[in-house]
């Protein structure tokens, strides 16, 4: 129980913190990590507050959303992986 409440915090602290980056800096890019938070601390929430509930039968739902945040995490790091690309390709192009 402790640890999913040390979780629950750690998501919301790193939710906020993209909300608010986000927010600054106007950048889409930003919403996958968002989404990904909120889904994490849904699944945490749900863990405490809801966990008897299912979705689509017998699916808790806490692992549920801990599914959809694993596939938004995917969206994020590949979005990550392909700007660090992009930002190494105009460093090469200004240097030459």
Same mark, same amino acid.
């Given at each position: ?33 968002? %989404?990904?938070?909120? !889904?994490?601390?849904? *699944?945490? =929430? &749900?863990? /405490?507050?809801?966990?008897? #509930? +299912? @979705?689509?039968?017998?699916?808790? %739902?806490?692992?549920? !959303?801990?599914?959809? *945040?694993? =596939? &938004?995490? /995917?969206?994020?790091?590949? #979005? +990550? @992986? ?15």
């Amino acid at each position: 129980m402790s640890l999913t409440i040390s979780l629950l915090l750690l998501f919301l602290v790193h939710l906020a913190a993209f909300v608010v980056l986000g927010l600054r800096r106007r950048q889409l890019y930003y919403l996958s990590l968002v %989404l990904t938070f909120s !889904l994490l601390s849904g *699944a945490m =929430a &749900a863990r /405490l507050f809801l966990p008897g #509930w +299912t @979705l689509a039968g017998d699916v808790e %739902l806490a692992h549920g !959303l801990r599914m959809a *945040a694993w =596939a &938004a995490a /995917l969206v994020s790091i590949a #979005w +990550t @992986l392909l700007r660090i690309r992009a930002r190494r390709l105009r460093r090469r192009r200004m240097q030459a």
